[in-house]
């Protein structure tokens, strides 16, 4: 009896959390309204991107000011680029060329509003990008795919694994911009391939609505990357569906001639030029958002500056090499200061205070 009892209990209690004032989501079916097998879903808490120091002297991820809040990552996650752009914020970025799923989640959790898996310069393929997408996706963060070729071919298997953006590479005329363009839409709009009902993009068909909002969600993005670009900026910013102008001063250069100097001043005038050409385009009356590369000469402060919308400010294979370069460095100068004679120690502590990685 006394067993019964506790039981009697139990159902009666849970029978109360599905009542219409309860907090906790989820109602049973008619058949089930005795039941204490209803299911119960409760919220999740998440995580928001680090907020950055709005000074213009420092733009880096490492300038965190306030601690994540409960909102943050599942607004962000839900919102896409294209909205954010569209709202007026400027996004911070970075190039993922490892292909590891690993360090696409510590970017993630780092507080990059998106990052460009890249299989232009990266050795990955689509099963590897699948790999960074899912665990940038797991994180709320965006991926843009970068692909190796302006082809549909490309284009439809990037697409087809759902991102966020798609980036073509050398683009240097309105005719590039176009069948760039056309290979993101399907027909009558374009000529991109559809198995929309069993790939990612759609949740595996899942999402009946995909074909409706594909466009709207979809940022494309076009490289200008050689002087040729650069006098047709204007007319590649103004082609319908081009919603981004990625700049890439390295490859502007070698094409100008600078390949060891980015930074010459006939490499700057013509970024200029066509950051200008961008720029007085107006994104709402079928322009185009800037988005550029940081590099020692032009950091992400000073393009942020000059009115970029995306701002990629790190390679992860740069970070990491410059990280273990530094590590080495360090370990050998003790070495040698052992080796004069030095003592590393200062009144009983170590002259470097920092901790180490693994503390």
Request: charged fraction near 25%; charge should be negative.
């Amino acid at each position: 009896m006394a067993t019964a009892s506790i039981f009697s209990t139990v159902n009666t209690d849970v029978k109360q959390l599905f009542k219409s004032s309860s907090p906790i989501i989820g109602k049973p079916s008619p058949s089930d309204s005795n039941s204490v097998r209803s299911t119960v879903s409760f919220s999740r808490k998440t995580l928001t991107p680090i907020r950055f120091s709005s000074s213009p002297a420092d733009h880096s991820p490492a300038a965190a000011i306030t601690s994540p809040t409960v909102e943050g990552i599942a607004t962000r996650s839900k919102t896409s680029l294209k909205s954010r752009l569209q709202g007026g914020e400027t996004l911070y970025g970075m190039f993922l060329l490892s292909f590891s799923p690993t360090l696409a989640e510590i970017a993630a959790h780092s507080g990059y509003d998106y990052v460009v898996v890249d299989m232009e310069h990266g050795h990955g393929g689509i099963p590897e990008a699948l790999d960074c997408i899912r665990a940038l996706n797991a994180a709320g963060v965006a991926a843009v795919l970068r692909l190796p070729e302006n082809c549909p071919t490309w284009a439809k298997k990037a697409l087809d694994l759902g991102p966020q953006g798609i980036m073509f590479p050398m683009i240097e005329s309105r005719k590039d911009a176009t069948k760039a363009v056309s290979y993101c839409r399907f027909p009558p709009d374009g000529i991109r391939g559809s198995a929309h009902t069993v790939v990612r993009a759609s949740k595996y068909g899942i999402d009946e609505g995909y074909l409706g909002n594909y466009a709207d969600e979809l940022l494309i993005m076009c490289q200008v990357e050689s002087a040729e670009g650069v006098k047709k900026a204007d007319e590649i910013a103004a082609v319908d569906g081009v919603d981004c102008v990625q700049m890439r001063p390295l490859d502007l250069s070698a094409s100008m001639g600078y390949l060891w100097d980015p930074g010459h001043k006939k490499v700057r005038e013509m970024m200029r030029k066509a950051e200008k050409a961008v720029l007085t385009s107006d994104p709402a009356k079928g322009g185009a958002y800037l988005s550029g590369f940081a590099m020692p000469h032009d950091g992400p402060a000073a393009i942020r500056e000059r009115g970029y919308n995306m701002v990629a400010g790190a390679v992860d294979i740069g970070l990491f090499r410059n990280a273990a370069v530094e590590d080495v460095r360090r370990f050998k100068m003790g070495l040698v200061n052992e080796s004069d004679g030095e003592d590393s120690l200062e009144n009983g502590k170590d002259v470097d205070d920092e901790k180490y990685w693994s503390e």
